[in-house]
């Protein structure tokens, strides 16, 4: 069955460094997404990304974050100087229609800690 | 604007108990309604949805919801708790954007 891949599972990074989190949508997809989950906190969503642009970002997704679909299956979220609140579980998403009605299919993961 | 409250971030039952896992929302425009559930170092796996049409929803793994207008809730049911059930579940609304709520955790006790 056709998944959501990311890696690294953990990433440990010092403060003001730069980190790229990778994920790999399902093939057949065009709408990628990013989320985050501090620790206890809700799910937050981040941005959309469709037809190699942004569709959509929340306030949380300031100047310091980017995204990328650098070729044909990755999808990056990148961030340029990593602060002690970015410390969180990042989640990839995709789907294949449009619409937020449709079912966005959820990677495992990847746990972020800024020291 | 769009947010989900779930009532009680983590709940217990008996094995073969019913499983009741509130969520209500808020949202200024028709929602639509997810729940998602979250095994360990798994991503979020699709429960259920509503979006239009018959407001009582059956999913994967006997989970059933109810979309409520008058209450403005969407609370999770399964009859009869399996050990395997036990996991995070995670409510949302989606309006311009995904919201999703804090997560219940749910412990199914033998």
């Known amino acids: 069955e056709p998944e959501v891949t990311q890696t690294p599972s953990h990433q440990v990074t010092q403060m003001g460094q730069e980190v790229i989190l990778r994920c790999v949508p399902i093939s057949n997809h065009l709408y990628f997404y990013w989320y985050r989950q501090i620790l206890g906190q809700k799910v937050e969503f981040l941005v959309s990304f469709y037809n190699n642009e942004i569709s959509e970002k929340s306030e949380i997704f300031d100047d310091q974050f980017s995204v990328e679909r650098p070729d044909g299956s990755n999808f990056t979220l990148k961030i340029r100087s990593t602060k002690l609140e970015d410390s969180a579980m990042y989640f990839c998403a995709s789907s294949s229609k449009r619409g937020l009605y449709n079912e966005q299919f959820f990677g495992p993961g990847t746990r972020l800690t800024v020291l | 604007a769009q947010s989900v409250t779930q009532l009680g971030s983590h709940v217990s039952v008996s094995e073969g108990a019913l499983v009741l896992l509130r969520c209500n929302y808020s949202?200024?425009?028709?929602?639509?309604l997810f729940w998602y559930v979250q095994y360990p170092n798994q991503g979020l796996q699709l429960l259920l949805k509503y979006t239009t049409g018959a407001t009582l929803v059956k999913g994967i793994n006997g989970f059933e919801a109810e979309f409520k207008k008058s209450e403005t809730s969407f609370h999770l049911t399964k009859p009869s708790a399996h050990m395997s059930d036990a996991a995070e579940y995670f409510c949302a609304v989606a309006g311009n954007q995904f919201y999703f709520g804090t997560g219940t955790s749910l412990t199914v006790i033998p």
């Open positions: 949202s200024s425009v028709p929602p639509y």
